[in-house]
């Protein structure tokens, strides 16, 4: 009888060991389903830029209005019929003073 005990106790720490230890235990399981989730992810993200990439594709195929707008933006380019403004800031030289607001510019004898 102390046998069979024996037996099934080291047939129960066995299968404890298979379950929790070994390659194909809970750990592995649970990193595994980690890695798929993460894998998942990262293909939607990729599946989304597809697709937003596929479309760019079909209207640069099919329509002239994405092939102006890239040669606009990436490019520079301007129809003939166009006028072309640059506005540059001003660099500040130093500290600017601050300005009176139009208020404080009236006199003080006119009615507000």
């Known amino acids: 009888m102390q046998i069979l005990?024996?037996?099934?106790?080291?047939?129960?720490?066995?299968?404890q060991y298979l379950l929790w230890v070994a390659e194909d235990g809970v750990r592995q399981t649970f990193a595994m389903q980690i890695a798929i989730q993460a894998q998942q992810e990262d293909n939607a993200a990729l599946t989304e830029r597809n697709s937003?990439?596929?479309?760019e594709v079909e209207d640069l195929k099919r329509g002239?209005?994405?092939?102006?707008?890239?040669?606009?933006?990436?490019?520079g380019m301007i129809r003939k019929d166009e006028t072309f403004y640059r506005l540059l800031e001003q660099p500040s030289d130093g500290p600017q003073k601050p300005t009176e607001s139009p208020a404080a510019q009236l006199p003080s004898d006119s009615p507000r």
């Open 5 to 15: 005990v024996a037996a099934l106790i080291a047939v129960l720490v066995f299968l």
């Open 52 to 55: 937003a990439l596929a479309a």
């Open 64 to 75: 002239m209005m994405a092939i102006e707008e890239r040669a606009r933006s990436d490019m």
